[in-house]
Each structure stands twice: as C-alpha cells, then as structure tokens.
Nanobody, 121 residues
Framework: QVQLVESGGGLVQAGGSLRLSCSVS????????MGWYRQVPGKQRELVAT???????NYADSVKGRFTISRDKSKNTVYLLMNSLKPEDTAVYYC???????????????WGQGTQVTVSS
C-alpha cells in the first residue's frame, strides 16, 4: 500500500512561516515529479509548486519569491517552505507524487490526505 504522508500544517499569523513535509510510504519502483497543490472551499484545486526528478522547480505566480519547494530523494520526501504567509494562502494543501509501483507498470499519480494551513490577519 503506497501512501503520501503529510505533516506541518497549522495556524500562523500573517508574515509567519510554515514548512510542510510529505513522504512516500510503502514500496515503489520509481518516483518522478512531486508537488504541492491547495484548495479552498468552493474553488478548484490549484498548483502551488512542483519539483521534477531532475530538481527543476515550478511555482504559481502567487507564491513566487515566498515559497520554496525541495526534495530529499534518499527519503522520498518533498518539502514546502512557506515564508511571508498571507491570509489568502489559507487552504488545504495536498501533496502529489508521480510513481511507478513495479517495474513495467504504468506511471500513476498519488495524492496525500491534505493538511490545513490557516493564516490569520
């Protein structure tokens, strides 16, 4: 059973920082791009940041310069360091990973259960 285990959400004041972590739990054959998305009630889930297996990164314009995504390949873990948080960053943050479970299997997308980030003004 492959799962994405997230941690690090919580309540923080505007201007503060949080770091989210997401680890792949279970045996896999390969791990490709990982990323973070967020969703607020009534809106579609949106991309926050992604990092490829080659460590190329991509950010939503709204978080550029404030958030940093990184990964530890030895731990199959991705991080999201969020600085200068704003109330509009409040959302449920979801981890995403592209994996291959076994050799010769197709690549598939996995999601974490989500972690709440609340930024107070």
């Amino acid at each position: 059973q492959v799962q994405l285990v997230e941690s690090g959400g919580g309540l923080v004041q505007a201007g503060g920082s949080l770091r989210l972590s997401c680890s792949v739990s279970g045996s896999i054959f390969s791990l490709y791009a990982m990323g973070w998305y967020r969703q607020v009630p009534g809106k579609q889930r949106e991309l926050v940041a992604t990092v490829t297996s080659g460590d190329s990164t991509n950010y939503a314009d709204s978080v550029k310069g404030r958030f940093t995504i990184s990964r530890d390949k030895s731990k199959n873990t991705v991080y999201l360091l969020m600085n200068s948080l704003k109330p509009e960053d409040t959302a449920v943050y979801y981890c995403n990973a592209n994996i291959v479970r076994h050799a010769n299997w197709d690549r598939e997308e996995c999601w974490g259960q989500g972690t709440q980030v609340t930024v107070s003004s």
